[in-house]
């Protein structure tokens, strides 16, 4: 392999590609083309970062280029891929800086282009003070601009854990916070009456909330002054489109690389694409659910790293793959956490599983115990097998984490008859004497055994 | 059952299954003697009762004897069963307060009598101001004395759970606080490379750990003076014996009750003992081990409630199991946490099982999070099989329920090979990207598969 790995990608997945593929094969050269400056970055972390917890943003940076070129990989910052040839086994690269194109050969490729923010198209959101964020570029210039300005109204178009996470960064900075929402609930991958618990905490801590809104407009001249939606207008001078990310699949679909569901690129367990010695990892591409068993798309920096891995470590010569996910995220809001794994109701009914399902408020630590908080942990599974589905947790803090027990169990695709009876950690400061997980459990085992 | 079901205990095993066997069987009497005068209460919340943080001892109670009765459950404190006679199926019983005997039948017992602490046979044990915890009366006793004495110099005998935990208490009331222990480290139950992290805490937290010493004797005239051990002398003004708990069984046994393991009360997965129609279930009754398949005695408040619960639905004519436990435990001091699941080496190397092991260091959140903090976490597989043995964690906190995912697979008998490449919770407040526990369990199976 004298012309090496080429790796198009520089964050979650191109990075850990690149870093397997040195490790696992050493002789090999291994070079990544970015088109940003920063490489290997937290991008989950920019909530935390633009309300000023986290100081710098090179805090967020794992490893420099520096780093990664003494582990062997070579990281060209600024160079944008703008086409790949899969018959030549080459890439055109543009030198951002310079205006130069170059065309650099591979062995192996790895496709690790990410995500983009999808921008609504309504008029308006080309105006100052409206930002999406997605990658390091979008961080700073939000950062700055909060920096420079004191923001004291912002509406964050979109529900998700995105948007979450950033009304509780722009609550902290001192603004009034507005959250619109298309849908007629906030967190949409989540069920409703697990949603309405957080948007109460939301309200409760000065949100408004307008589900069920579409966003017509953006007014003001050069500076935002106004959202607008088809209900109402709402005062802003700040404005976050948090509606959701596309896999950036527009150059795997050019090179005629397969596309899968929501168009991003379809890839096997080994993260190979359609074209041999093409793989890709990460945020633009397929994933293999465990639950449903079938493809789909779900972006998280997490399940972005272990594919990075496989394709990093395939192309490299080795034979290692990732069997896929379970549909697990987490979020805080303040002292409020959601989390969720398995099929929420709608992916479940999607899938046309007949289901049973049951809902528990619990504590996060013994009711006598200082400062132990409430939660609400809801179970799924499917009628007449038992086979667990899904679980989702709102509720304070400590509660959101009890969903890696649910999805080590989805993993190993137990019943809830199976897990009857745990024996879960107990002391008062950690749970009452039945953790949540096996009260939902017991309750969803007599459901399932009742019909 | 004109007779009835009569329960020997009131606390978490007893009320389990007083209540539960009035659930399933409202026809049936139930009635149940205890010598104390408080039922159903968190003995495990002492500790925070002890330190102020929880006010008053009722607070403990979870349900009080008028509401056991409004749910069909007499209920006789202050009665002592001092004899059961099995053949005539009645038992002996002196009320406290009046000092009379009464002879009561029953159609089905339920024996939940409990532990009792150990106290090592040395001169001064007799003394002011040493004290045992283990029941509400001794909760209260020393609640009583901390808040007439101004205790400044603790010496807890014992570093085990308990130990641990009363060191926070004492240190939370102003006390210098020393603990000894007789074996080579703390926490015995646990590995003593993950029991040293936890002693370095307390030697950080002012607290003076004396292990491998043996408490020869306590001196003092009607108060206490000072703790004498093998190695020196260590002044006190209060001495907490929490040298362990032994099953209170000799009632059982003098009724020709089979004892198992440590002399507590055999009994099966049914709860019942060897005795037709007789039950017993928790501190005083033996378990089994799900993953040692043997029987054991490990009391704990979740297992006394899951096993009361089974012996209660069984008594009134129910038909349920309880298939044992995994040897799940946690406790924290101050803002370290401790927990365990499975087999620790001791116990494995008893067990004759050949095993790998290895110990991560990691984070309870992504690194750059503010107060993310330190977690190790130890894993041990079966050599060869790669089945799950065990796993220990010692961290800051949020780290200790991470024990329960291991509990979860060890009650699902999962390998380390089927558990690669879970799907946790991320996000930067909760973990860093690969959560402790997937850092972990790879690095296990990689030395799985080297042998």
Request: glycine share 10%; net charge neutral.
């Given at each position: 392999?004298?012309?090496?790995?080429?790796?198009?990608?520089?964050?979650?997945?191109?990075?850990?590609?690149?870093?397997?593929?040195?490790?696992?094969?050493?002789?090999?050269?291994?070079?990544?083309?970015?088109?940003?400056?920063?490489?290997?970055?937290?991008?989950?972390?920019?909530?935390?970062?633009?309300?000023?917890?986290?100081?710098?943003?090179?805090?967020?940076?794992?490893?420099?280029?520096?780093?990664?070129?003494?582990?062997?990989?070579?990281?060209?910052?600024?160079?944008?891929?703008?086409?790949?040839?899969?018959?030549?086994?080459?890439?055109?690269?543009?030198?951002?800086?310079?205006?130069?194109?170059?065309?650099?050969?591979?062995?192996?490729?790895?496709?690790?282009?990410?995500?983009?923010?999808?921008?609504?198209?309504?008029?308006?959101?080309?105006?100052?003070?409206?930002?999406?964020?997605?990658?390091?570029?979008?961080?700073?210039v939000l950062k700055s601009s909060i920096a420079a300005?004191?923001?004291?109204?912002?509406?964050?178009?979109?529900?998700?854990?995105?948007?979450?996470?950033?009304?509780?960064?722009?609550?902290?900075?001192?603004?009034?916070?507005?959250?619109?929402?298309?849908?007629?609930?906030?967190?949409?991958?989540?069920?409703?009456?697990?949603?309405?618990?957080?948007?109460?905490?939301?309200?409760?801590?000065?949100?408004?909330?307008?589900?069920?809104?579409?966003?017509?407009?953006?007014?003001?001249?050069?500076?935002?002054?106004?959202?607008?939606?088809?209900?109402?207008?709402?005062?802003?001078?700040?404005?976050?489109?948090?509606?959701?990310?596309?896999?950036?699949?527009?150059?795997?679909?050019?090179?005629?690389?397969?596309?899968?569901?929501?168009?991003?690129?379809?890839?096997?367990?080994?993260?190979?694409?359609?074209?041999?010695?093409?793989?890709?990892?990460?945020?633009?591409?397929?994933?293999?659910?465990?639950?449903?068993?079938?493809?789909?798309?779900?972006?998280?920096?997490?399940?972005?790293?272990?594919?990075?891995?496989?394709?990093?470590?395939?192309?490299?010569?080795?034979?290692?793959?990732?069997?896929?996910?379970?549909?697990?995220?987490?979020?805080?809001?303040?002292?409020?956490?959601?989390?969720?794994?398995?099929?929420?109701?709608?992916?479940?009914?999607?899938?046309?599983?007949?289901?049973?399902?049951?809902?528990?408020?619990?504590?996060?630590?013994?009711?006598?115990?200082?400062?132990?908080?409430?939660?609400?942990?809801?179970?799924?599974?499917?009628?007449?097998?038992?086979?667990?589905?899904?679980?989702?947790?709102?509720?304070?803090?400590?509660?959101?984490?009890?969903?890696?027990?649910?999805?080590?169990?989805l993993h190993l695709e137990a019943t809830v008859a199976?897990?009857?009876?745990?024996?879960?950690?107990?002391?008062?400061?950690?749970?009452?004497?039945?953790?949540?997980?096996?009260v939902v459990l017991a309750d969803l085992n007599k459901?399932?055994?009742?019909?």
């Amino acid at each position: 392999m004298k012309n090496g790995i080429v790796i198009v990608g520089g964050v979650a997945a191109g990075m850990s590609a690149a870093a397997k593929a040195a490790r696992v094969n050493p002789g090999i050269p291994v070079t990544v083309f970015t088109d940003e400056e920063y490489v290997s970055y937290g991008a989950c972390g920019f909530p935390y970062y633009l309300s000023g917890e986290i100081p710098d943003e090179n805090r967020l940076v794992a490893r420099t280029v520096e780093q990664f070129r003494d582990q062997g990989v070579e990281v060209k910052t600024g160079h944008e891929v703008i086409e790949i040839k899969p018959n030549q086994k080459t890439v055109l690269v543009r030198d951002l800086k310079r205006g130069a194109l170059l065309e650099q050969s591979y062995d192996r490729l790895v496709i690790a282009t990410g995500a983009v923010p999808f921008v609504p198209p309504v008029e308006g959101v080309e105006l100052e003070n409206v930002f999406v964020l997605r990658n390091m570029k979008h961080g700073i210039v939000l950062k700055s601009s909060i920096a420079a300005r004191n923001y004291r109204k912002a509406v964050i178009v979109g529900g998700g854990y995105i948007g979450l996470e950033m009304a509780e960064t722009f609550i902290k900075l001192g603004c009034k916070v507005s959250i619109i929402e298309l849908a007629p609930q906030i967190i949409p991958n989540m069920d409703s009456d697990m949603a309405e618990i957080m948007k109460d905490y939301l309200l409760a801590n000065g949100v408004d909330i307008f589900t069920g809104e579409k966003l017509t407009r953006i007014e003001g001249t050069g500076e935002v002054k106004k959202v607008v939606t088809d209900k109402r207008d709402i005062p802003a001078d700040c404005v976050l489109l948090a509606v959701g990310t596309l896999p950036n699949t527009n150059l795997a679909s050019r090179a005629g690389i397969e596309l899968g569901v929501k168009k991003a690129i379809r890839v096997n367990t080994r993260m190979e694409t359609s074209v041999p010695g093409i793989y890709a990892a990460g945020d633009c591409a397929t994933v293999r659910h465990r639950v449903t068993k079938e493809e789909a798309y779900i972006p998280l920096g997490t399940t972005a790293n272990k594919q990075g891995r496989v394709a990093g470590e395939n192309a490299a010569g080795g034979n290692a793959s990732f069997e896929g996910v379970v549909g697990t995220g987490i979020a805080k809001v303040l002292d409020m956490e959601i989390a969720r794994t398995g099929l929420s109701r709608m992916e479940i009914e999607r899938a046309g599983i007949e289901h049973v399902e049951t809902v528990i408020k619990s504590r996060t630590a013994a009711g006598y115990y200082p400062g132990s908080g409430y939660l609400h942990l809801k179970l799924s599974a499917e009628k007449g097998t038992g086979r667990l589905l899904g679980a989702q947790i709102v509720g304070a803090r400590g509660s959101g984490k009890r969903i890696d027990v649910f999805a080590a169990c989805l993993h190993l695709e137990a019943t809830v008859a199976d897990l009857q009876d745990m024996d879960l950690a107990y002391a008062p400061p950690f749970s009452p004497v039945y953790d949540a997980i096996l009260v939902v459990l017991a309750d969803l085992n007599k459901k399932v055994k009742m019909i």
